[in-house]
């Protein structure tokens, strides 16, 4: 279980996890939105991180989606079996440009660390 998790993060992280189950369903964020009987333009925001929602709506989202509601809180999942560079891609998209700059610095790093290792 994650521990100090700062108010921003924990939007994108939910949003993440609304988007993860969407596009499993093969939902479009217009078809989810009619099935939470919500507006489209809320779950534009809600998976960026950039809305906060009541319990009461990440219940009808969750319902929405056939899940259960604290599956949408569960960030921390063997992800063995997912394709990590498109995940990835995907998390990145949901930043913005100056995040993911330093994002990529911090890769690069890690990267000509392992280069230099072995």
Not at 16 to 31: A, C, D, H, T
Not at 70 to 83: C, G, K, P, V
Request: hydrophobic share 40%.
């Amino acid at each position: 279980m994650q521990k100090n998790i700062k108010n921003d993060e924990l939007l994108l992280l939910v949003g993440n996890r609304i988007k993860f189950y969407r596009e499993l369903k093969g939902l479009s964020q217009l078809e989810l939105a009619n099935l939470a009987r919500m507006d489209q333009s809320f779950f534009s925001k809600l998976e960026k991180g950039q809305n906060n929602s009541s319990i009461e709506k990440l219940l009808q989202i969750a319902t929405a989606l056939d899940v259960d509601l604290f599956q949408l809180f569960q960030f921390d999942e063997s992800y063995e079996h997912i394709d990590s560079t498109k995940e990835i891609n995907k998390i990145l998209e949901c930043l913005p440009e100056k995040h993911q700059l330093q994002i990529y610095k911090l890769v690069l790093a890690y990267y000509d660390g392992i280069k230099i290792k072995g």
